[in-house]
């Protein structure tokens, strides 16, 4: 059975840190190009970061560009994110997805196939 699992998610003030987990089962997480979304409220599912799985690239949008990171360990067939400098703006519900043209980091969601449920960031104070 496929499945995407995302935690760590949670409550965290402004400029703080996060960092969330996406594990895999059921496929081979390596042959795969991973991205992370995010939906706030009221708002369209928007692409921040992916990672490829022939070298390792990394891309982010311009809205998280150096304060998140993606990587992936695929003995553990595992992807993180680390979020850091948490801004309210940053308040989603986040998704890990993959792409089977692992070699193609893509910001579309009609490329992805395999999806999470889903975990709620919160940025307050």
């Known amino acids: 059975q496929v499945q995407l699992v995302?935690?760590?998610g949670g409550l965290v003030q402004p400029g703080g840190s996060l960092r969330l987990s996406c594990a895999a089962s059921g496929f081979r997480l390596d042959l795969y190009a991973i991205g992370w979304f995010r939906q706030a409220p009221g708002k369209e599912r928007e692409w921040i970061a992916c990672i490829s799985s022939s070298d390792?690239?990394?891309y982010y949008a311009d809205s998280v560009k150096g304060r998140f990171t993606i990587s992936r360990d695929n003995a553990k067939s595992t992807?993180?994110?680390?979020m850091n400098n948490l801004k309210a703006e940053d308040t989603?519900?986040?998704y890990c997805a993959t792409n089977p043209r692992g070699w193609y980091c893509s910001s579309a969601i009609s490329d992805y196939n395999y999806w999470g449920q889903g975990t709620q960031v919160t940025v307050s104070s």
Do not use: D, H, M, R
């Open 56 to 58: 390792g690239s990394t």
């Open 92 to 94: 989603a519900v986040y």
């Open 79 to 82: 992807a993180y994110l680390q």
């Open 6 to 8: 995302e935690s760590g």
